[in-house]
C-alpha cells in the first residue's frame, strides 16, 4: 500500500523560505514521478513541480520557477520542495502525489494515482 506523507508547511513571513518534505513508502515502481500541487482555499488544485525518480528531471510550474526547487532522495525514499522568496500567493495547503507510471503530463493531477494528505503553508505579509 502506497503512502505519501507530508511535513515542513507552516507560517512564514513573506520573502522567507520553507522546506517541504515527502515520505513515500510502498512504492515499488522504479519509473515514477513525484509532484507536489498546492490548493488555496477557493481555488482549483494546482500544479507546482514534479520530479522523475529515475532520471531526476524537473517541472516546474511558471508561477515558481526560479523559486522553488523539488529534489528526491532515492536512498530514503523522500521528495523535497524547497521554496523561497514565498509570498501572500504562495498560501495553500501543499499535497504530495505519485504517479506510477512516469506519464508524459507531470502537470495535470488526473496522472497521479497517490497523494497525501497536504500540509498548510501559510504566508504572512
Known amino acids: 500500500q502506497v503512502q505519501l506523507v507530508e511535513s515542513g508547511g507552516g507560517l512564514v513571513q513573506a520573502g522567507g523560505s520553507l522546506r517541504l518534505s515527502c515520505a513515500a513508502s510502498g512504492l515499488t515502481f522504479t519509473s515514477h514521478t513525484m509532484a507536489w500541487f498546492r490548493q488555496a482555499p477557493g481555488k482549483d488544485r494546482e500544479f507546482v513541480a514534479a520530479?522523475?525518480?529515475?532520471?531526476?528531471?524537473?517541472y516546474y510550474a511558471e508561477s515558481v520557477k526560479g523559486r522553488f526547487a523539488v529534489s528526491r532522495d532515492n536512498a530514503k525514499k523522500k521528495v523535497y520542495l524547497q521554496m523561497n522568496s514565498l509570498s501572500s500567493e504562495d498560501t495553500a495547503v501543499y499535497y504530495c502525489a505519485a504517479d506510477p507510471r512516469g506519464s508524459s503530463n507531470p502537470g495535470k493531477a488526473h496522472s497521479y494515482d497517490y497523494w497525501g494528505q497536504g500540509t498548510q503553508v501559510t504566508v504572512s505579509s
Open positions: 520530479i522523475s525518480w529515475s532520471t531526476g528531471s524537473t
